[in-house]
């Protein structure tokens, strides 16, 4: 089964920039359609950018042009470069496919806060 490690979460100010890295496991990785997900506070999670096996990807209207996600099928690797954070930004992100398997991880938290 797929499993998935995410890393690079901290604490930003308004403006700044964090990447995010999400490690999967198993063979298969190179033909899965991924995605990042984020859950704040009291709301429900929510996909911001999603990346298919052809390295096509697709963004939320909320993170759209600040947002950047790649992958690297080579070392089982998506990354989410994040620009212009803003605090509304603040959240646990995770990394999944684009039809979510149950197998979430731990996520990262990423907080922006002057």
């Known amino acids: 089964q797929v499993q998935f490690v995410e890393s690079g979460g901290g604490l930003v100010q308004p403006g700044g920039s964090l990447r995010l890295s999400c490690q999967a496991s198993g063979p298969i990785f190179r033909l899965l359609y991924m995605g990042w997900y984020r859950q704040a506070p009291g709301k429900q999670r929510e996909l911001v950018a999603s990346?298919?096996?052809?390295?096509?990807?697709s963004y939320s209207d909320s993170v759209k042009g600040r947002f950047t996600i790649s992958r690297d099928n080579a070392k089982n690797m998506v990354y989410l470069q994040m620009n212009s954070l803003k605090p509304d930004d603040t959240a646990v992100y995770y990394c999944?496919?684009?039809?979510?398997?149950?197998?979430w991880g731990q996520g990262t938290q990423v907080t922006v806060s002057s």
């Open positions: 999944n496919t684009r039809t979510p398997i149950p197998s």
């Open positions: 990346i298919n096996v052809g390295a096509t990807t």
